[in-house]
């Protein structure tokens, strides 16, 4: 029978039940010990999830019956603790995105290189079946030549939101705003479908919030296939759309709303039935954090499982995870 994969969560916050049930689902995985600095978040979730709870994250490094730790502390509060998770010889996750700088990415994928630890970015929607469709038509080279790509993420956050954590909208702890905390998602999935970006020029303002950082930013690519695109990605656009990736190349076109294709026009004729896939998951968090898909999280968390036990790379490795924010930083 195989080893059951060890889990351990720090940082207790909004999106770690999303991994706490994932861990739940999948075979030969258990939720071992989770962590805050705040004890009243560990301590609940430590209680729901029959796990043992700590307030220091050190705790969780030092045992022996943890495999994987999933770092889900604020975006600009990981380095430090991937680091010691390395040192420790533990195999990581972390959310997106995996840090706010190149060079803590840097440190971060180096420690993990050395190590030989296996780092995993979150990138939930790489994993839903809508997404990898127009993925695949890509590199099938179904749709030819790519001549544009386009990512409009119209979404709205409240001023309560951004107030609601003190990390939120703040360059330190966020990275900037629209764009590398939600447009994240869609750029990562831009640059997986269209490759990568020669250049870039974008304009940002912050219109609708009291924050530092951007809540509208427009930019127009070159891709270096020669192809070019558009991002428009905001958290000020009342009251949020589901996101939209248009993929041109020069046999046809296809549009992804949310995580469900609704085009797909090929000049050969093909046809699939639209929407694909018929039913969604679950809302794509246009307008409110809390309601994303529990499918991709499990789904990625899986993929990180099988690759502890095949001793490959997950999927979304650090250096996958770094494209999106190089591009932002951009
Ligand atoms: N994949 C997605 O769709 C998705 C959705 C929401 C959030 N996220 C990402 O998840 C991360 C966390 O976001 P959130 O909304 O859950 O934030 P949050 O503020 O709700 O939770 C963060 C938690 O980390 C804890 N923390 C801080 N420092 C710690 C430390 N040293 N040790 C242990 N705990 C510590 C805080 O006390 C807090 O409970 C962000 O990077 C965000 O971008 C991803």
């Known amino acids: 029978m195989e080893r059951t994969i060890g889990?351990?969560?720090?940082?207790?916050?909004?999106?770690?039940?999303?991994?706490?049930?994932?861990?739940?689902?999948?075979?030969?995985?258990?939720?071992?010990?989770?962590?805050d600095v705040v004890e009243e978040a560990a301590r609940k979730m430590g209680q729901k999830y029959?796990?043992?709870?700590?307030?220091?994250?050190?705790?969780?490094?030092?045992?022996?019956?943890?495999?994987?730790?999933?770092?889900l502390t604020p975006s600009g509060m990981r380095k430090e603790i991937v680091l010691k998770a390395a040192e420790a010889g533990k195999h990581v996750v972390?959310?997106?995105?995996?840090?706010?700088?190149?060079?803590?990415?840097?440190?971060?994928?180096?420690?993990?290189?050395?190590?030989?630890?296996?780092?995993?970015?979150?990138?939930?929607?790489?994993?839903?079946?809508?997404?990898?469709?127009?993925?695949?038509?890509?590199?099938?080279?179904?749709?030819?030549?790519?001549?544009?790509?386009?990512?409009y993420i119209k979404w709205y956050r409240t001023q309560q939101y951004y107030d609601s954590g003190g990390w939120r909208g703040t360059w330190r702890y966020d990275g900037g705003g629209a764009l590398m905390n939600q447009s994240i998602h869609t750029i990562d999935l831009l640059l997986w479908i269209m490759g990568p970006v020669h250049s870039v020029s974008a304009k940002m303002a912050t219109l609708a919030h009291k924050i530092e950082v951007e809540d509208l930013a427009v930019a127009t690519l070159r891709f270096a296939s020669g192809a070019l695109g558009v991002i428009e990605g905001s958290t000020a656009l009342y009251p949020g759309f589901a996101s939209r990736l248009e993929i041109h190349g020069e046999n046809g076109s296809l549009i992804l709303k949310g995580e469900q294709v609704v085009a797909w026009e090929l000049k050969d004729g093909e046809q699939i039935p639209l929407p694909f896939p018929p039913q969604k998951a679950a809302a794509g968090g246009q307008a409110d954090p809390t309601k994303i898909s529990a499918e991709g999280h499990y789904l990625q968390l899986k993929d990180m499982v099988e690759a502890v036990r095949a001793n490959r790379e997950p999927l979304v490795n650090g250096k996958e995870g770094r494209k999106a924010v190089e591009l932002i930083r951009a």
Not at 55 to 67: A, F, G, M, P, S
Not at 129 to 144: D, Q
């Open 50 to 71: 029959q796990a043992n709870w700590y307030t220091d994250y050190q705790k969780i490094l030092e045992r022996e019956d943890v495999d994987v730790v999933c770092v």
């Open 94 to 151: 972390v959310e997106k995105p995996i840090e706010v700088t190149l060079e803590r990415i840097d440190q971060m994928i180096g420690a993990c290189e050395q190590a030989g630890v296996k780092l995993a970015v979150i990138f939930q929607n790489r994993f839903l079946p809508g997404p990898r469709r127009v993925k695949e038509a890509m590199e099938e080279g179904k749709l030819g030549k790519p001549i544009l790509g386009d990512a």
């Open 7 to 35: 889990f351990g969560i720090i940082g207790c916050g909004t999106i770690a039940p999303w991994h706490a049930d994932s861990v739940a689902r999948i075979e030969g995985a258990r939720l071992v010990a989770v962590s």
